[in-house]
Nanobody, 125 residues
Framework: QVHLVESGGGLMQAGGSLRLSCAASGRTFSDYTMGWFRRAPGKERLFVAAIRWSEDTTYYADSVKGRFTISRDNAKNTVYLQMNNLKPEDTALYYC??????????????????WGQGTQVTVSS
């Protein structure tokens, strides 16, 4: 059974940085795609970033491109989301998710079979 645990959320002032972590277990993830999504209060769940576990191919939503960086540590089975120059509109519950496969539309949350419990990020102005 795949298990994902996010951490690293918190309260930050605008312009600051946070790094989210997603510890993955239960599989060998070389053929998986890992993604980050977020949901603001009263809003739909939105794609943030994704990475193919066995490659360096990364994907970003336009709203975070140039500010956020997704990466992974194979030895630790962990995916990171480095968030710089945070804005109040980045405030949301951030989820890590994964699906088996190295192709497909990474921004489609319906593709992701496994989800973490989420970590809250709050950015004050």
């Amino acid at each position: 059974q795949v298990h994902l645990v996010e951490s690293g959320g918190g309260l930050m002032q605008a312009g600051g940085s946070l790094r989210l972590s997603c510890a993955a277990s239960g599989r060998t993830f070389s053929d998986y795609t890992m993604g980050w999504f977020r949901r603001a209060p009263g809003k739909e769940r939105l794609f943030v970033a994704a990475i193919r576990w066995s490659e360096d191919t990364t994907y970003y939503a336009d709203s975070v491109k140039g500010r956020f960086t997704i990466s992974r540590d194979n030895a630790k089975n962990t995916v990171y989301l480095q968030m710089n120059n945070l804005k109040p509109e980045d405030t949301a519950l951030y989820y890590c998710a994964t699906y088996y496969g190295r192709v497909g539309t990474v921004a489609n949350y319906n593709r992701y079979a496994y989800w973490g419990q989420g970590t809250q990020v709050t950015v004050s102005s």
